[in-house]
């Protein structure tokens, strides 16, 4: 299954889909500003069968303004397409994607968030199988 990540932020969306088998992300380009009809068409164009957008919560688990912000734009998206939107948990995932952008990656640091983001979130996935 072809899943498409979104990391959602106020500027731009990361964005990153995995192969159809669910084993590997790779980092596309952002989208600016975040657009979630753009989204949905994205989605659409790349064979993607669920959509997973970050919900940004604290470290001790608490949401804020910015997960509110998440959920409802995830909401927007689900209108907006036919494939089904979910959140997952993304912390962590911008530190992880600076990281990567020291160690050489070229692909835009949102994008790499989501890449991060759907990379946990596949191994999550294959867990509960």
């Given at each position: 299954m072809?899943?498409?990540?979104?990391?959602?932020g106020a500027a731009r969306?990361?964005?990153?889909i995995?192969?159809?088998?669910g084993?590997?992300?790779?980092?596309l380009?952002?989208?600016s500003?975040?657009?979630?009809?753009?989204?949905?068409r994205?989605?659409a164009?790349?064979?993607?069968e669920?959509?997973v957008?970050g919900?940004p919560?604290?470290?001790?688990?608490?949401?804020?303004?910015q997960?509110a912000?998440a959920r409802?734009f995830?909401?927007?998206?689900?209108a907006a397409?036919?494939?089904r939107?979910?959140?997952?948990?993304?912390r962590?995932t911008?530190?992880?994607a600076?990281?990567s952008?020291?160690g050489?990656?070229k692909?835009a640091?949102?994008s790499?968030?989501a890449?991060?983001?759907?990379?946990?979130w596949l191994l999550?996935?294959?867990?509960r199988?």
């Amino acid at each position: 299954m072809r899943v498409l990540a979104i990391d959602h932020g106020a500027a731009r969306c990361g964005c990153a889909i995995s192969d159809p088998t669910g084993t590997i992300s790779r980092p596309l380009e952002p989208i600016s500003p975040p657009d979630p009809a753009a989204v949905a068409r994205l989605a659409a164009s790349e064979g993607a069968e669920l959509i997973v957008v970050g919900l940004p919560v604290s470290l001790d688990g608490t949401e804020g303004a910015q997960a509110a912000e998440a959920r409802r734009f995830a909401g927007e998206v689900a209108a907006a397409g036919e494939v089904r939107v979910e959140t997952y948990d993304e912390r962590l995932t911008t530190r992880m994607a600076a990281a990567s952008r020291r160690g050489g990656s070229k692909a835009a640091e949102d994008s790499l968030a989501a890449a991060h983001l759907l990379d946990s979130w596949l191994l999550a996935a294959e867990a509960r199988r």
